[in-house]
């Protein structure tokens, strides 16, 4: 059965330092994956999203993410934290052979000053 | 654009109250969605529809209604309130559906409370 896991429910960066949150999933074939950010009271907004091709892949507001699939994993990055980045984030899987989405239980990011 | 709208955008029911949710998309998209969101579990796919006039049942569907009369509404109703159904609701949708490399678009939730 598909799965998504996100290890941490919490991290806190301070401003400026480097981000990675981390996402592992469970999928029987080559799987669609996202990263949603959801800032507070806000519904949830795609970041990046990777099907294919390069396993790096560019988001908005300067995230990354890489596919690796020997380690399951599609990790976000960010080289320098704002703090406006602070808000909860979602890794979620699309089955290729429909419509569902499965959603993991979020990372919430905080950045101090 | 609006994009997904949904009203109210908080409420408070006592047990055993009733009340719809609405959901509105001015996209044309065809799947549309309700999720419900708790704490240290994510997004929960409740109800689901595939187009006008169709729903299907989700993940957690056990004391939720739903209609899709027209193609741009997906109402979500509760007949019957429970505290445990105190959440976060989110709305979404997506072009076309039957393909999930379609990202979602997400409505601003509504903040349900049962008492």
């Known amino acids: 059965a598909q799965s998504v896991t996100q290890p941490d429910i919490h991290i806190t960066v301070s401003e400026g330092a480097s981000l990675e949150l981390r996402c592992n999933y469970s999928y029987g074939a080559t799987p669609y994956l996202f990263w949603y950010v959801q800032s507070p009271g806000q519904g949830l907004q795609l970041l990046l999203k990777y099907f294919s091709g390069d396993t790096l892949v560019q988001g908005i507001k300067g995230f990354e993410a890489e596919f690796k699939r020997s380690q399951s994993s599609f990790n976000l990055r960010k080289p320098s934290v704002h703090w406006s980045d602070a808000a909860e984030y979602f890794c979620?899987?699309?089955?290729?052979?429909?419509?569902?989405?499965?959603f993991g239980a979020g990372t919430r990011l905080f950045v101090k000053a | 654009n609006a994009g997904v709208t949904q009203t109210p955008k908080f409420r408070v029911l006592k047990t055993g109250q009733s009340m719809t949710l609405l959901c509105a998309q001015d996209m044309n998209h065809e799947y549309m969605y309700w999720y419900r969101q708790d704490p240290g579990m994510g997004l929960r796919l409740i109800h689901y529809s595939v187009g006008e006039g169709t729903t299907a049942k989700g993940e957690v569907p056990d004391g939720y209604n739903v209609s899709r009369l027209k193609k741009q509404n997906f109402l979500l109703g509760l007949e019957s309130a429970a505290p445990s159904q105190t959440s976060v609701y989110f709305c979404a949708s997506t072009p076309r559906g039957g393909k999930s490399d379609e990202q979602q678009h997400f409505g601003d939730g509504t903040r349900l409370s049962i008492l």
């Open positions: 979620a899987v699309g089955n290729t052979g429909g419509f569902k989405t499965i």
